[in-house]
């Protein structure tokens, strides 16, 4: 038993591991932001919250260990994956973690039965709501009780999360720990990428309509053309047959 195990170990590899673990994965990640919003928003239970998120903090340890000691190439696996390493080694951006989440969305909008365009768009609308969540969240998290914060309460981190990630940038809150500003860069990263997105998405859809406008009117021309054509042709036809009729005319 202990060989065929060892067997079934051995057999084991990073792809293999990832889809046994996807989903329970993303499992944990909801409770950890269900533990984490009670937390932060409702501030009860918080030994309780606190155990929850370590203990699936450590699970998100194991999960690291195990995929870089099945990555064939440890140094490119380790240098693509250092916001995970980030996330499990500082507690501060344990947050990170739940961008886990994002990746689901990514697999469903690969999986989804949708055009293109409007999976795309789906994706980047989940996406970014669930940022601007998270991002509100631990804003709110390292914020709240700092002298001189502006972002006191959850009504002001979700509005200030919504002003970074459109690049408004009202100025009216700002945060003034470093925990806080970090939060900001990479929510402000996330609002240009998101411009670029739906900048890019109009623009795909102005040129397919005018894309398709053209095949239409080129068709609609060709149609005409080859109407034309076969008008041409009956009226040879008819003129041929008409200087046949006035050749036997004349012979009589």
Sequence with gaps: MMAAMGRKAGDMTLDKWQRMTEWFMTALALVF??????????????????????????AFIVDYVVSILLAKDKKAWFKENLLMLVSIALPIFRPL???RLVAVLNVLNRTGGMAVRGRITLYTCCSVTL???????????????????????FGEAIWWSFVT?????????SPVTWQGRCIAIGLMITGVALIGIVTAT???????????????RADEAESETEQLRHNVRELTDTVNQLRDDIAQLRRL
């Excluded at 990630?165 to 809150?173: K, N």
């Design 202 to 216: 109009l623009a795909s859809w102005i040129v397919d309509r005018v894309r398709d406008e053209t095949d239409k």
């Design 33 to 58: 932001l269900f533990a984490y919003s009670w937390e932060v928003l409702a501030r009860t239970h918080i030994v309780l919250c606190e155990t929850v998120i370590n203990i699936i903090w450590m």
């Design 97 to 99: 973690r739940l961008l």
């Design 131 to 153: 940022l601007m969540y998270i991002g509100a969240l631990a804003e709110l998290d390292v914020e709240r009780g700092v002298p001189g914060a502006s972002i006191t309460d």
């Design 165 to 173: 990630v459109t690049t408004v940038g009202y100025g009216d809150l």
